[in-house]
Nanobody
């Protein structure tokens, strides 16, 4: 399994970005894909996740109403649409695949065993 994240960049506060995560060799429709982020000096934190099988999602509270996760099963790609960006959203964003099939999207990084390389998102004026 390989994951390739892209789409990061520099954006002003209030702006938007769309991240993409292309997955090759994914194991099953029952494994979720998550987006995480890590700011300098901080722990990696869950942002949003989605299941291939039915598109059900999960979000961390700080991004609800601003970020939207979606998937294109034909392209094996998961997207993270980020709107109303804030300086505190600045981080390296990673996508990852869960290590097992679960009912709900998992929020702990330890539940993921395949990771993409990360893409930098900087929100600054």
């Amino acid at each position: 399994v390989q994951l390739q994240a892209s789409g990061g960049g520099l954006v002003q506060p209030g702006g938007s970005l769309r991240l993409s995560c292309t997955v090759s060799g994914r194991l099953s429709d029952y494994y979720g894909i998550g987006w995480f982020r890590q700011a300098p000096g901080a722990e990696r934190e869950f942002v949003a996740g989605i299941f291939w099988r039915d598109g059900s999602t999960g979000y961390t509270d700080s991004v609800k109403g601003r970020f939207t996760i979606s998937r294109d099963t034909a392209k094996n790609t998961v997207y993270l649409e980020m709107n109303s960006l804030k300086p505190e959203d600045t981080a390296v964003y990673y996508c990852a695949q869960q290590r097992r099939s679960t009912i709900a999207i998992q929020k702990s990084p330890s539940e993921y065993n395949y990771w993409g390389q990360g893409t930098q998102v900087t929100v600054s004026s």
